[in-house]
């Protein structure tokens, strides 16, 4: 049963915008907390943005200000709004929950 899906990745030039969103099974959403997290070639996977069941929002460093985690309950996904990005958030997304993982969606920012 595949119950975190990412999609929304691909390419984009410095300071440009992408969506990513990371459907999940109904049971899921409706009972943790979720977040994302990335990892780049060569390093290990980080901690980008949480979302918890009750609405808080939290981000790493170096993406605040320029990330935002939210919520569609109608169709039991979360999202990553990423504006202003960067050559360094070039990596592979993941969605996270509880001990679940999606597949990962890429992003390539690159000029």
């Known amino acids: 049963q595949v119950q975190l899906v990412e999609s929304g990745g691909g390419l984009v030039q410095p300071g440009g915008s992408l969506r990513l969103s990371c459907a999940a099974s109904g049971s899921i959403f409706s009972r943790y907390g979720m977040g994302w997290y990335r990892q780049a070639p060569g390093k290990q996977r980080e901690w980008v943005a949480g979302l918890t069941i009750g609405g808080y929002t939290n981000y790493a460093d170096s993406v605040k200000g320029r990330f935002s985690i939210s919520r569609d309950p109608a169709k039991t996904t979360v999202y990553l709004q990423m504006n202003n990005l960067k050559l360094e958030d070039t990596a592979v997304y993941y969605c996270?929950?509880?001990?679940?993982w999606g597949q990962g969606t890429k992003v390539t920012v690159s000029s």
């Open positions: 996270h929950a509880a001990t679940m």
